[in-house]
């Protein structure tokens, strides 16, 4: 039981970190969709 717990913790640790940084990145993307659309829709009324 030491053992599982002992390689767990860790993973767990990167796995919650892994997603954070995939929020972040997905985060960003949306952004960047966002800004893309607006400036399309700026073009296309202007």
Excluded: Y
């Amino acid at each position: 039981m030491h053992l599982v717990a002992r390689t767990t913790e860790p993973g767990l640790s990167d796995n919650v970190s892994f997603s954070r940084k995939i929020l972040i990145g997905e985060q960003t993307m949306i952004t960047e969709q966002t800004t893309a659309i607006i400036i399309l829709l700026s073009l296309a009324i202007g």
